[in-house]
């Protein structure tokens, strides 16, 4: 019986794993520079509130979901996404309070019964940034220049952001009344997708990436002439910050998020140093949508950032963080089986002192450990036998230099600054 691991999920070995973890630190980095407080939300959740969140006629819930039932038949999913977890978590623990600014970020597995042979991952990672509370541009626009700026630092190619706003309760009704005019009047161009969602969420149809919709869609009245003033002035006000702040951004008029519980900004940012144009991380303001989670009237802005695909930006570029340091220090291996217990003792006391050490139990032959010790990515390698034994020593072989040294073992300072170091080619030996 040979198992493999399901279709469209992905072993992460090393080294990625380790590159992979690096960039969720650094992720996790800025958005605690940002004041952000990491919540650590369960895998799982009630079916009903994704279903709310993110919709009922959205492909992510029709389609994508994992569902399965628990012992008393409750209805359950797998997380397809983040937002909706973290708000449940916050409106449940009070949060999520009117006049309280709460700023939370999330980093973990999703999962989505994608089709795998489109590239996409069925359990993939995002990690996400909301702020419950304030409703003001100020706010929306430090959360992009949070983005922003860690694209710029960590240079991640072709990245550009792409902004909107999304109006609000107020002057979306007659937008989405015009759009759906203007598409109905024109349903002979568009796929079966568009038409379905003219009647359920026209919004989302200016989402069809499908190319024949894509003339009559670029046609189609932009919601930025609909805008109410407050949503008008709030939407210049984020611009103006940006354009402070020296974050370059594009208007894209077409850029929705297609439920109602978004409101005013949206943003997105994009790069096509992966071919198609695709977007990395994306988010917008979504001041309805605590409320419809039963929570109180508190507004909200965040993001989400696809870890899987900033990997691959940051893997193209040349700039994902892979570690200079060996991922062991030292090998150490006995030359005979009374030394054993010598060699345990050192690996102690070496880990006392922080440096990473594996000893070579297995390989009974000097030529094995060598072998051994190149398989563990050790930078050193070390020999203790019956003279190092009784002159309490150990005698220490630089794989990269060539060069070797007998020192003193035990917590000696000159052992452990070697190690952190090299022995030179002309050390004597
Ligand atoms: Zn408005
Ligand atoms: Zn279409």
Known sequence: MKYQAPRGVKDLLPPESEAFRRLEDEIRETFTLSGFREVRLPIFESAALFTRSIGESTDIVEKEMYLFEGKGGEKLALRPEGTASLLRAAIEHRLAEPGRTSRLFYQGAMFRHERPQAGRLRQFHQAGAEVLGPNDPDTDADLIATVSRYAQRTGIPGSRLLLNSM?????????????????????????????????????????????????????????????????????????????????????????????????????????????????????????????????????????????????LLREQAGTLPLSAEPPVTIALHPLDDDSRAYIRTILTTLRAEGISCVGLFGANRLKKAFVSAEREGARFIGLAGENERGNGTITIKDLKTGAQKTVPAGSSAELISLLRSEIPADSAR
């Open 167 to 311: 109006g609000c309760e107020a002057c979306r009704p007659e937008y989405r009344k015009q759009l759906v005019a203007y598409l109905e009047a024109r349903k002979s161009n568009l796929c079966e997708t568009c038409i379905r969602r003219i009647g359920t969420n026209p919004l989302r149809v200016l989402d069809c990436k499908v190319e024949g919709c894509q003339k009559t869609l670029n046609a189609a009245p932009a919601i930025t002439s609909f805008l109410c003033p407050a949503s008008r002035e709030h939407f210049e006000r984020v611009c103006q910050a940006l354009n402070e702040g020296e974050i370059p951004y594009i208007l894209s008029p077409r850029l929705v998020r297609g439920l109602d519980y978004y409101t005013e900004t949206a943003f997105e940012w994009v790069s096509d140093a992966l071919g198609a144009q695709s977007t990395w991380a994306a988010g917008g303001r979504y001041n309805g949508l605590v409320s419809s989670l039963g929570g109180p009237d508190v507004p909200g802005v965040g993001l989400a950032i696809g870890i899987e695909r900033l990997y």
